[in-house]
């Protein structure tokens, strides 16, 4: 089973019964809240919080080839590196592709492709005087002509190939940067009015940005909420979450230890009365 759907009284309460139900802990799974739950008054139109809580997916995997008593620990394979002869020919295209976007905008910019900080990746630096009509509001233009260049280029199948990045006066550091301030500000909220804090209109590159600033801190989770333009993005504070995590665990463990060393072993009490 990967995944399950559950319900209870609170969100709490379903992803426990999606943990008993998987029989795993919190680390070893990922959550989507499909619905937060309403009370009701007196009883009446309460609806319970729902959630699909899947396995995360093993990067190692272990498979036993012929002869069956061999057994081979294998390592998903790296992505094989892009030739920089074929990042500098996407590069090039991509260029020209957006010079004739712009172009066709009436737009006068200026575009340099260069090397991005990630081996597979050709960033297309823009300049114009127009930066902020390109870069739109939250970036939503910006977005958008990386996609329109992206999708014509056709050089990207899958991550097979160079990633494209379009950006206009450093628009994309300063954009993380402010959100992961925005984080970090949000989450001490959270953890000290003890309320979940709920962060609407983001697009899904920049709910990663929130969700990554926010994965180390023991004292919160975050988790998406809702479908398409709609989507929310959730702070929850969770007292130590790791902590908790960690005990379960090893109280499970300990549990298990235990039932194996008494199926294993003889009970004296029962061995005396029988031989009395």
């Known amino acids: 089973m ?4 559950t319900e209870g009284d609170t969100i709490d309460q379903a992803i426990e019964t999606a943990l008993t139900r998987l029989g795993v802990v919190r680390d070893k799974i990922t959550v989507d809240i499909l619905s937060e739950g309403k009370r009701g008054i007196l009883g009446f139109g309460a609806q319970k919080a729902r ?3 899947a396995l995360r997916k093993p990067t190692i995997e272990l498979t036993t ?6 057994t081979t620990v ?3 394979a790296a992505p094989k590196p892009i030739p920089d002869a074929e990042t500098t020919a996407a590069g090039e295209k991509a260029k020209g592709v957006l010079d004739e976007i712009l172009k066709l905008m009436g737009i006068k910019a200026s575009v340099q492709a260069k090397a991005g900080d990630k081996t597979d990746e050709v960033v297309l630096e823009v300049s114009s005087d127009n930066g902020g009509l390109l870069i739109g509001r939250k970036g939503q233009t910006l977005e958008a002509l990386q996609y329109l260049v992206t999708r014509i280029v056709g050089e990207r199948q899958g991550s097979e190939g160079p990633h494209i990045v379009v950006d206009i006066e450093n628009y994309r550091d ?13 989450g001490e909220k959270a953890k000290r009015q003890r309320k979940t804090v709920t962060v609407d209109a983001l697009s899904a590159a920049d709910r ?8 180390d801190d023991p004292w919160i989770t975050t ?17 130590d979450r790791k902590g908790k995590e960690e005990a379960k665990a090893a109280l499970l463990d300990k549990q298990e230890s235990k039932s194996q060393d008494k199926g294993g072993r003889p009970d004296p009490g029962r061995s005396s009365r029988n031989d009395g």
């Open 2 to 5: 990967d995944y399950v759907e």
């Open 51 to 53: 959630i699909r809580a």
């Open 65 to 70: 080839p012929e002869p069956a008593h061999e």
């Open 74 to 76: 294998v390592i998903a």
């Open 174 to 186: 300063r954009r993380r940067k402010s959100l992961e301030d925005m984080a970090l500000r949000l």
């Open 208 to 215: 990663r940005i929130v969700h990554a600033a926010l994965q």
């Open 223 to 239: 988790k998406s909420l809702g479908q398409g333009s709609y989507r929310r993005l959730l702070i929850i504070p969770e007292g």
